[in-house]
């Protein structure tokens, strides 16, 4: 099999893309140098014979060699350490207090975004002042606490539109390029992005929009011209937005290696705002259910975007991604070594694979009457406090939605 970036116990980045792994003993040897977690490359793996895993009759593997990074093609960002944007709750009751507030700003964000695609649908000028001030106001509570506002970002993942969709990639690059060290204006020009990414689309015929079935080649045309109409509306509404809100709107779909759309545009061509929206826009899109396909648990997602690395996306940004959402990103379902089963509700940044988990459910898979926080990173050597898997929410009837929704 194919693999894909390779992590040590400590998440420090190993091995690239492209290794193969053709046996128990090389297994073994990724072990002893502290793997922990890899992804599989499906794509390049598939029709591969199970014979592959047989162990060699000459015993072990050499040493497995480091493979470096492939940034080539794409400005190399500042080598920094991302750490979190804040403390973050450390017991239910202040995350339940946290998660109300940023719920409210999100609630509040959503009624503009979708005031002002109701605008521009009617052929009126909508209010970026209020816009700008929304987003402000976003901004400031990711900064806060970052965890949170993407935890809200898994609502509504059964009503798929555009309104909460710009929301949710207006919250995922926001918080993405505060963890790259973005300066608070920077963030608030990505996040505007964002928010206006897919203006394009209310030139797209609704019944297009809400097509369950496939879209003939005449009607992808017609959706893939709304990057270019989506700037087209700004410039008629003589609306003042920086450059790179236009190369969001405008290359969002743009891949790195061209095959994407309108421009064809490749490589170090992308705006690196353009790109970081890209991979946003991707991952909220798996991980919601749409009229086309039922959504991806987010590590589903995540595996699916790193098969496009140096495809489809820079190999860099789809790092720095993953470093930021975590290897169980916030929202996660899963199941501890002791059989223990909750959600993800903080991301440890220097151990991502101890994140805190809300526990709901005992060793029994009973449903507990009081949740509270654990913190896997304290005693993380504990064989119970692994995460063993993640898991789909609705096969334990927990609708996370809900969950969060009534507290």
Known sequence: MYIEDVFN?????????DMMVSGYHEIESLKKQGVSFLFVNAKKSKGQSSEIFNAPKDGAFPELPKKKTDTSGFPELPKIVIEDVSAG??????????????????????????????DIRAGRAFSMQAVAHTVEEMVEQILENNDVSLRICQLKKHSYNTYIHSVNVAVLVAAFA???????????EISIGGILHDIGKVKVPEHLLRKTGAY????????????????????KMSLKVPDSTFNIILQHHERFNGSGY??????????????????ADVYDTLTSETNHRKSCLPQEALALIFQGCDEE???????????????????????????????????NRKSLLTPHVMILFDSHEKRISSPYIRNLMINGEQTGNRIECSLNPENFQVNVDQFITSL
Request: hydrophobic share 40%; proline share 3%.
């Open 9 to 17: 116990e400590n998440e420090l980045l190993l091995f690239s893309a």
């Open 262 to 279: 309108p421009q064809r545009l490749k490589g170090k061509q992308i705006d690196e705002m353009a790109q970081i929206c890209a991979i």
């Open 216 to 235: 003939t080649m005449s009607e992808l045309e017609q959706i893939k011209k709304h990057p270019v109409s989506g700037v087209d509306i700004i410039k």
């Open 178 to 188: 505060a963890s790259l060290g973005y300066s608070k204006d920077k963030i608030l």
């Open 313 to 347: 996306y820079s190999r860099t940004l789809v790092e720095y991604f993953t470093k930021m959402l975590g290897i169980y990103p916030v929202g996660s379902f899963v199941k501890l070594a002791s059989q223990e089963m909750g959600i993800v509700v903080k991301i």
């Open 89 to 118: 709750p450390d017991n239910l009751e202040e995350y339940e207090k946290q998660l109300k507030k940023a719920f409210n700003v999100r609630q509040k964000t959503v009624y503009t975004v979708r005031n002002m695609l109701s």
